[in-house]
């Protein structure tokens, strides 16, 4: 019996073995394998399929792959991989389907498979929007139809250098001898780092550096700014640089600077967003809604054209390709590149960074200073009291601030000349999202409580 549960709205993900096991993987492998047939159009599809370093990815990888070959599909195993590196490897060589078998930052109990499909040599993610829907329906019915035939296997050993091959040639950067710690977390960070310090003179302090699926150290998940404490203080400690922090199946990153401070993701955005507009500023950066003002003022200044999308890696990409825009960052830490299909680059952000920090021969806590015109909260989570629906908070936050201007693309935001905040409705989570900016921190402040309390007296709970 398969849990419906574990459909997600960016992926199929649950506890391992109870929720997600090698039994009813291969049920959802034969309904992965239906749905691309029909929407591709094609019956014999090329699979690109990778796994992180999670104790049970090995099983649950080699039923997807036997269950992929039993019913005549291809298989491109790459190995142990980060998901930007599927992505990669799947757009670059216009492979048909690419999976990755991950549970992202989940802890170690869980996994779970991100899929994604190019067509019509676009991008596109499998999520609730697109196709999540269908393989669950086909799974739980036990409605396949496949015929069994013998695929091809094909293994592919290099598809992480090539990937940091692709990105460096991209930015040619110049990198000086930085001392920099990282923390990987014990996961997929660590062949990603590798790859990229093979080709770079820096001294690196490696921290919980060995592949670890038991994440004995800390969960893999940066967004949780108590798995950076050991980093930081590393860094103090060792007058290092900076420090770089990964996620468990690479897709994230975030920078903490000389000081020991936390980068906020919208300015690394900015940082990469200025880089792209110097060699053309005629493109199209698209900004995240929680936090729109530091990279809005950038893009702006340098002559850029600003568009806004909705949370949600998925939903980025699918927005990236349609106006044709150069670049996304989104303030959990994922970045988003034209070049690699509208999915995210890890290594290029690196890059990147190492060559702004080399060019500018400044402390990255000084560059972020020059770039900072607004100040953050960090992201509140609340749970509804259960007399209240997110559409009834929403139109009760409408009446609170009528004279806001308004704006319903994600959730619900509201903008003065000078503060602006954003409520949203998770989409992996029944939580409630706060998200809020201003001109200065201490208006940030003020204003926080001030949405806070309000959210509170409607009965609002506060994770």
Not at 10 to 15: E, S
Not at 41 to 48: G, T
Not at 355 to 380: A, C, F, H, R, W
Not at 395 to 421: A, V
């Amino acid at each position: 019996m398969i849990n419906p549960k574990i459909f997600k709205a960016y992926d199929i993900r649950g506890i391992y073995p109870n929720e997600i096991n090698e039994n009813n993987v291969e049920a959802i492998t034969k309904a992965i394998i239906k749905f691309f047939i029909e929407e591709i159009n094609k019956k014999n599809l090329n699979f690109v399929v990778g796994y992180d370093m999670r104790l049970s990815s090995p099983k649950i990888f080699e039923t997807v792959k036997n269950t992929l070959l039993k019913y005549g599909q291809n298989v491109i195993d790459i190995g142990l991989s980060t998901t930007p590196t599927v992505y990669f490897y799947t757009y670059q060589h216009k492979h048909d389907v690419g999976i990755q078998i991950s549970a992202s930052h989940n802890p170690k109990e869980y996994n779970g498979i991100k899929m994604l499909f190019i067509k019509d040599n676009k991008l596109f993610k499998v999520s609730a929007d697109l196709g999540i829907d269908k393989i669950k329906n086909y799974s739980i019915k036990n409605n396949f139809n496949l015929e069994e035939k013998h695929g091809q296997l094909i293994q592919v050993n290099n598809a992480i250098q090539e990937e940091v091959d692709y990105a460096y040639k991209l930015i040619n950067p110049k990198i000086k001898n930085f001392k920099i710690v990282v923390d990987p977390a014990n996961a997929m960070g660590i062949p990603l780092l590798n790859e990229i310090f093979k080709r770079v003179n820096c001294q690196l302090i490696k921290l919980n550096y060995t592949l670890d699926g038991s994440f004995p150290a800390h969960e893999a998940n940066p967004l949780k700014f108590e798995t950076l404490k050991e980093l930081q203080n590393k860094i103090i400690q060792e007058k290092a640089d900076f420090g770089i922090a990964t996620d468990g199946d690479g897709d994230r990153v975030f920078f903490i600077d000389e000081q020991g401070v936390i980068i906020p993701s919208t300015i690394i955005s900015s940082i990469i967003a200025k880089e792209i507009l110097s060699k053309n500023n005629n493109e199209t950066i698209l900004v995240d809604v929680r936090y729109i003002k530091n990279i809005s003022n950038l893009v702006k200044k340098m002559g850029g054209k600003v568009d806004y999308n909705r949370i949600g890696h998925s939903l980025i990409t699918k927005k990236l390709n349609e106006v044709g825009g150069a670049f996304s960052g989104e303030s959990s830490g994922h970045y988003f590149f034209r070049e690699t299909g509208g999915a995210e680059s890890t290594v290029r952000v690196i890059f990147h960074i190492l060559d702004v920090l080399t060019k500018e021969n400044k402390p990255l806590s000084q560059i972020v200073k020059d770039l900072m015109t607004s100040y953050e909260s960090g992201e509140y989570n609340f749970k509804l009291p259960e007399n209240l629906n997110k559409e009834l908070l929403f139109e009760k936050i409408k009446k609170l601030y009528p004279e806001g201007k308004l704006n319903l693309l994600d959730g619900i935001s509201i903008d003065f000349p000078n503060w602006r905040f954003n409520i949203r409705a998770s989409n992996t989570e029944p939580l409630i999202r706060l998200n809020l900016e201003s001109d200065n921190q201490r208006l940030t402040n003020e204003k926080l409580n001030e949405v806070k309390n309000k959210l509170l007296e409607m009965g609002c709970e506060e994770e």
